[in-house]
Each structure stands twice: as C-alpha cells, then as structure tokens.
C-alpha cells in the first residue's frame, strides 16, 4: 500500500455462527477459505459479541457502545439518528461506505429499510429479518425497490457483495463495506450441494450435551403451524444430528461465499490495501447445557469467530486474549488513520495483531432478552456472569481448565477473592450493580 493512502476496509459478518464453526478450530469443519484467512491474517480465539442477540448486536457494532448506552436492548428497536457511528466518521474521513445484506437493526419485519435504520451507511441493499426460503429472499435497495432474489440467500448476498464492491472499487475513494450473511441462522436450508458434504456424517456433540429439540420456526415468512406441518421441522425437528449436519452445511455455504468475495478483491486489484473482518453476531447453544439459540451467557452463546487480515502489517497469527465486539469500531478508525468524536469502551485491535503486549480492557456483556437478564464480565482466565436485576453471582467459570464450562465455582469458598475482583470490574462498569462484598 502507497504511503500515505487510506485502505479499504471489508466486514463480512455471520449470524449465529459460534466460535468453534471453524475448520481452523474444529477440523470436522469445511471451511477452506476462512481457514486461509485465518493462515494469512490473525485468528482470535476468544472473541465475544457483547450481547447475543441479532439486534442489540448490531446496534452495538456500528455505535462501539455497549446496549446498556447505545439503546438497543431488544430485536427491533433502533439507534438515535443522532447516534455518531463509525460509518459516519468513516465518511467524514472520505470514505465511500455500504451495506449489503441481513441488517436487522430498527425493525423485525419486511419491506423497505428507511435509511434512518441504514447505521450511516451512504450506500445500501438488503432487508431486516427476512427467513424468506432459501430461493424467495427479498432485497431492497437506496429506493426501496423490491429485488426478489431467485438463488439461495447465502448465494444472493455473496453476488451482492460482490456487484457492490466493484461500484465501490470504481469511485476511486477508500470505502468501506459490510456484508451480513443471514447464514448459518435458522432455518436450516443449504444448498444440496453442501448438504452433501456433511451427509451421514457424524457431528460431535457439545461436551455439556442434554438432548433439546434444535427445531426453531420462523416468524417472517411465518413457519407452517402446526410445526408438524413445517418442512423444516420434518427435516430436523427433534434431531439435533440432522440439525448439526445442516447447521455446517450452511456454514461451508457460507464460506464458499467468502472466498468468491476475497476473489474478487484480488481481481479488482485492491486485496493488498483491504483489510479484511470476518466475524459473527452470537453463536448458537445446539444442546450445550440442554439449550439452544442465543441471547445466553456460554461460550456458545456468546463466544464468536473473528478473523482479521491486514495484508500491509506483519501479523500474529493467533491471539488468545479475550476481545470483543466493542473493538471493532477504534479498530477501523485506527485503520482509517481518524480518530473517533466519542469516548468509547472498547480497544483498537491492531497493537494484539501486530503481537504487542497489552493490558486489554476486560470483556463484559450482557442481555435483557431472557426471562433473567445477565452481566457478564471475562478476564483473561475467568468469567463472571450475574443476575442483571438484582446483582447477585450466578455463575463463575475457570475457563482455562474448563472451557466448557462445566463446573460452577461460584459458591467455592475457594475462588471467593477471584469472584470478588471481578464483581469490582463489573461494579466499574454498571453504575447500577450491587457489588455484594
């Protein structure tokens, strides 16, 4: 890259793709193309969404500020117009900046995307929550045109991606682009192709395994009632194996996706000066501890792929210090060469890439979607996780010695001066937590 010349800057992002959906972590796993990424970039093996739920997710990645500041607590609820988010400082900066894909974010249904919702993107197609069947997905553009996509919704928003980063490429300015992948999210629908990779093949089960039905129905398009009746429930209803083998086949889709995007950078002759973030909303519990979905504190809730690749930096390849969701945006301004207007809570990522030695901020999140919404607060070791409405210690992980998670320390009188360092940290953090020591 030119001295002086600002990069382009490309999220690709996955919705409800937990950590260990890698081939790079779990070899089972076909994904060659982000397995390249993570060879030629850096590979973070404890990244965490600051709040596992598609919406507040959202809201959360493009203001930088947690749900509890940003406003953005529940799916269909908005940011400020007011809002300053990144791309809206990327602009500033002479950025070109665009959007391609699930956007969820101000609303639940379908239609056309007011660009009050757009996060400050300049440039947009794509829809809200839209579980349209794998060949009826509806994009809406700028205009609010109707493009009724007739391929799979993984294929469409990969070819998407890929028409609008060559009008991008063309403008001549630095740009920035994000595009959501609605895969591998419910409902569970490859294409037969990858369908077939994973057929007869048997899927390891989470090691906190209790059988629950991984079946989920859709409410935009509304899923046939009763469920019986639901060609998805018949497919997978009840069997979480089938659901598994489905689940990655969306993923390897996905991947496949990717690697046609990646392409097309190098064809567009801009790879060496984009820098590349593959990441995901939440993950997706698939029977850990008898659940299933998100919006919960466990590693497979809350624990998310993120790759990043830097092509004109030397980079570490993996880093094992535990980031989040709220360092994405001082990481693009520190791409970009800006700094941000906002004080924000969360750690440009480039000095970890790069293997410098930082103190990096504790992780917290939470959520308030759940019948008992939670703090959570990671070190570099342990994980606290604490009733949101009342303050009181729910849970305390060793998550080096257990990173399944499947002994609660939080009544060990043993740990009690590592619980109580880290209700301090979650006390600094929510003004309204009630440190109890």
């Known amino acids: 890259m030119k001295k002086g010349q600002k990069p382009n800057i490309l999220l690709i992002m996955a919705d409800q793709m937990h950590k260990y959906a890698l081939g790079a972590i779990s070899p089972f796993v076909r994904t060659p193309h982000l397995d390249r990424l993570a060879q030629q970039g850096t590979l ?122 060559r009008e991008l490429a063309k403008m001549g300015r630095p740009f920035l682009q994000t595009i959501f992948f609605q895969a591998p999210h419910y409902p569970e629908q490859p ?16 090691e906190q395994y209790e059988p629950v039905d991984p079946y989920t129905p859709t409410y935009s398009p509304y899923s046939q009632r009763p469920f019986e009746r639901c060609p998805d429930f018949v497919r997978y209803g009840g069997n979480m194996q089938k659901y598994l083998q489905l689940y990655y086949a969306m993923v390897s889709q996905m991947d496949a996706g990717v690697g046609r995007i990646t392409e097309e950078l190098e064809r567009l002759g801009i790879a060496n000066r984009t820098a590349v973030l593959f990441s995901s909303d939440h993950g ?23 790759i990043i690749k830097i092509p004109w930096l030397h980079q570490k390849k993996v880093v094992s210090v535990p980031v989040s969701t709220v360092d994405f945006y001082p990481t693009c301004m520190e791409l970009a060469g800006g700094k941000s207007k906002k004080k924000l809570p969360g750690e440009s990522l ?84 009630h440190y109890s020591y």
Request: charged letters at 25%; hydrophobic letters at 30%.
């Open 191 to 206: 294409s037969l192709h990858f369908e077939q990779l994973y057929e007869g093949q048997e899927i390891p089960l989470p």
């Open 350 to 433: 480039i000095g970890l890439i790069t293997g410098k030695e930082i103190d990096h901020v504790p992780v917290f999140a939470e959520n308030h979607m759940t019948a008992k919404p939670w703090y959570l607060v990671r070190s570099e070791r342990y994980k606290l996780v604490a009733d949101a409405e009342t303050g009181i210690p729910c849970m305390l992980f060793d998550l080096e010695n257990d990173p399944e998670e499947s002994r609660n320390l939080v009544l060990e009188e043993a740990y009690g001066p590592i619980l109580s360092e880290l209700e301090r940290k979650l006390a600094g953090e929510v003004g309204n937590y």
């Open 284 to 306: 997706d519990m698939q029977g850990s501890h008898g659940m299933k979905n998100k919006c919960l504190p466990y590693e497979r809730s809350c624990g998310v792929p993120l």
């Open 44 to 165: 973070f093996t404890n990244a965490y969404s600051n709040n596992p739920v598609c919406g507040p997710y959202r809201g959360i990645l493009y203001s930088g500020c947690y749900s509890k500041d940003c406003g953005v607590q529940r799916n269909g609820e908005a940011l400020s117009v007011e809002e300053e988010t990144f791309p809206k400082e990327l602009a500033r900066l002479g950025y070109e900046t665009g959007f391609v894909g699930k956007l969820h974010l101000g609303g639940d249904g379908n239609g056309p995307v007011p660009e009050k919702y757009w996060a400050g993107h300049q440039h947009f197609i794509g829809y809200q929550c839209y579980n349209g069947f794998w060949d009826q997905v509806c994009f809406y553009d700028e205009q609010g045109r109707e493009h009724l996509q007739k391929e799979h919704r993984t294929d469409a928003t990969a070819r998407l991606g890929i028409e609008r980063l």
